[in-house]
């Protein structure tokens, strides 16, 4: 018995680690509002930079990003330097019909003056969601 169970743990071990190299994420992804993510991974942990088109920034200025994937699992976080703001987000990659995406929910916090922290800290962390899907020119492996 403790043979086939050792046996069964070897063989979902290598089943999960062959679909965690299935997933491919190196590349530009925009969501629907169009902001860009562009991902570079390297033994599971990612960097890059995001380029957003809402709020004050310059839609051209780049943001770094540092994050992690895990299989399919993805999280990254934004620093919105000089703009008051961090964002993460946090979600899973999948296919349909139009391709592949990254499904997320995201937790923006902005800075709130210390002198307003009493009255103002909740209201500094708002919450939304993103898709994100790569873009045309970038064609990432299929999701197994």
Not at 45 to 51: F, M, P, Q, V
Not at 53 to 80: K, S
Not at 101 to 119: F, S
């Amino acid at each position: 018995m403790k043979r086939f169970l050792f046996i069964n743990a070897i063989i979902l071990s290598s089943c999960a680690n062959a679909n965690a190299e299935d997933v491919e994420i190196t590349g530009i992804w925009t969501n629907e509002r169009g902001s860009a993510v562009t991902f570079t991974e390297a033994d599971g942990l990612l960097s890059g930079y995001y380029n957003t088109q809402l709020g004050n920034p310059d839609p051209a200025a780049r943001f770094p990003l540092t994050g992690f994937i895990e299989g399919d699992q993805v999280t990254f976080t934004v620093n919105f330097k000089g703009y008051g703001s961090l964002t993460s987000w946090t979600g899973q990659m999948s296919e349909d019909a139009d391709g592949p995406y990254i499904r997320t929910l995201w937790h923006l916090t902005r800075d709130v003056p210390d002198a307003e922290e009493d009255d103002d800290l909740w209201s500094s962390i708002i919450a939304g969601n993103a898709v994100f899907r790569p873009i045309t020119a970038f064609e990432p492996q299929k999701i197994k």
